[in-house]
């Protein structure tokens, strides 16, 4: 079969196709699965550049985020279909013609999603249901101003934010990304370099209860000096969560500011989340519903062949994409 196959870390160039790479094997437990599309993250980015939050062990197959055909079960694997489509999360490998996967990481696939909407999803819907509702405490009414908002995160949130009955505050590079950002429900946007952003952000929430405006929660993805935004705009009792570092840069905090307006700062990482059941199960009883209906639809942004994987992974550093990058084998 082929892979992308990455033997040193670095820029997306390291990423070099491989043919003839042997078929895996599933495992007891285990399934394996005809990748049909893959949705490439910012961590994929990262890992492969060796900056992300784990060590990447070299040589390896990204892939994190996958939709893939159930092709073979392993020993002991009861209720998966061979031929159903699935869509799967977690560590590696799916940049590949196929991969395996354990039967219990498997997320179902409403009938109403395509393979590449599938792909698009696991990530950053959950992530968003974090930020907004289990770190958040997120209120139909509340503010939340949603950064990088034409991202594959930022068009999960918004999508999530409205449908929650929340307001909408997004910050995007482009007046094209602003676009997409009121097509799916962004009550108010602007550029990200907007020289009166602070001030146009805390003013968009105000409200006869609120005079003085700021926004209840941010979904902080940028970082950097920019961080200080996050905490100058949100209200007393504010939440900032903080779920990227995008700049690359790093951000400083003074706890004792922290304490002047009660804001609280939490972290969220997906994959540490992922092992709370209780939490897992929560966002995916609420999501469930809202994907299989259509009121939120995972956005498919450009797709590419394996071929063009680097090209891929540069166009998202180049922030040239919007929705969720997707790779079809
Ligand atoms: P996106 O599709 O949103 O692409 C990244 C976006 O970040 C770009 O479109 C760009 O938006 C913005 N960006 C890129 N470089 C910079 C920069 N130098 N300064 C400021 N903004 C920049 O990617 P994802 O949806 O995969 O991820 C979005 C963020 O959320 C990332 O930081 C990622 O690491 C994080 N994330 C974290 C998770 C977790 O578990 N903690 C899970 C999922 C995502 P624009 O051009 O509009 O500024």
Redesign the pocket.
Known sequence: MRAIVVEQLGAPDVMQVREGVPVPQPGPGQVRLKVEAVGI???DV?SVAGEYLTRTRVPYTPGMEFAGTVDALGEGVTGVQVGQLVACLGGSGSLATYAVAHAAALIPVPASLTAAQAAAFP??YF?AYHGLKTLGYGQPGQWVWVQ???????TASIQLAKAMGMNVVAT???EE?LELARKLGADVTLL?DDPDRVQKIRAAAASDSNPKGGVDLVLE??G?PRFQESLDVVINRGRVIV??????EQANLRPVELMKRNVTVTG????SLMGDAEATRDAALALTPLIASGQVTPQVGPTYALDESVRAFQD?LD?K?TG??VIEP
Request: charged fraction near 10%.
């Open positions: 993250n910012f961590a990262l990530v950053s992530t990088a908002a034409a991202g594959a995160l930022g995007a590079s482009t990304k990200q993805v940028v950097g779920i990227g570092n995008a700049s690359r969220l990482w997906l994959t998202i922030r994409t969720k990058v």
